[in-house]
């Protein structure tokens, strides 16, 4: 185990679940999303069911995050790309 990774047990993601259903409902979000600095799920709490949160293979969460945000910004400008 190299000595900057991070150790996280069970009774800390339940108080960490508890906090991101506070800012669920706080932001009036439909989900949150915990993620590691290098792009990996950590938990996730609200709903989630219809999200893949499976990365493509070789990439992180991060890089599908990135995708999606772009995605949502280009449409929102009414800009026609792909993203590949």
Excluded at 11 to 21: F, G, P, S, V
Excluded at 41 to 53: A, C, K, N, V
Aim: charge should be neutral.
């Amino acid at each position: 185990m190299n000595s900057s990774d991070l150790v996280i047990y069970e009774d800390q993601i339940e108080e960490i679940d508890k906090a991101l259903i506070k800012l669920i409902k706080g932001a009036e979000a439909k989900c949150a999303l915990l993620v590691d600095k290098d792009g990996y799920l950590i938990t996730r709490q609200g709903f989630t069911h219809s999200l893949d949160t499976t990365p493509p293979p070789r990439k992180s969460l991060a890089w599908w995050a990135n995708l999606n945000l772009a995605s949502f910004f280009t449409r929102a400008k009414g800009i026609t790309s792909t993203f590949v």
